[in-house]
């Protein structure tokens, strides 16, 4: 005997969009709702698949912490010479980022620092606007 929410047609569906096979479901929902067939899981299953709810579209974010964890690392990279193409690339690998996400984040960071990316000790900024000599 089976349990009265187990729909073993939708348990099927379900299996092949683990799959990957959406088109296969898609066609086989079709044919099955031609027949008349309308178990309440089976419905429930084509109302997601034709209006999927919006938290399954919600994109992770980087939580706060690694956005100033990428600043500084940044700051780091330039105090030690890199230039700002190098660093992004070096930052990207290190915290398994894409280079635009690396720049978003350096974005935030200097949006969280007031405004001004951060000052080296070797900027002329730091020596009172006077260059080095």
Request: proline share 7%.
């Amino acid at each position: 005997m089976s349990r009265p929410d187990f729909c073993a047609r939708t348990f099927y569906l379900r299996k092949l969009l683990r799959e990957g096979r959406v088109v296969a479901v898609r066609q086989q929902a079709a044919d099955w709702l031609r027949e008349g067939f309308a178990s309440p899981q089976f419905l429930h299953l084509l109302a997601e698949m034709l209006d999927p709810s919006r938290q399954k579209r919600a994109r992770r974010r980087l939580p706060p912490s690694q956005w100033s964890d990428i600043g500084e690392a940044f700051a780091a990279l330039r105090d030690d010479g890199f230039i700002r193409k190098q660093a992004i690339l070096i930052l990207a690998d290190r915290f398994h980022r894409s280079a635009q996400t690396i720049e978003k984040a350096l974005a935030h960071y200097r949006s969280a620092e007031g405004g001004q990316p951060p000052v080296s000790a070797s900027s002329p900024k730091a020596n009172n606007g006077s260059a080095p000599k």
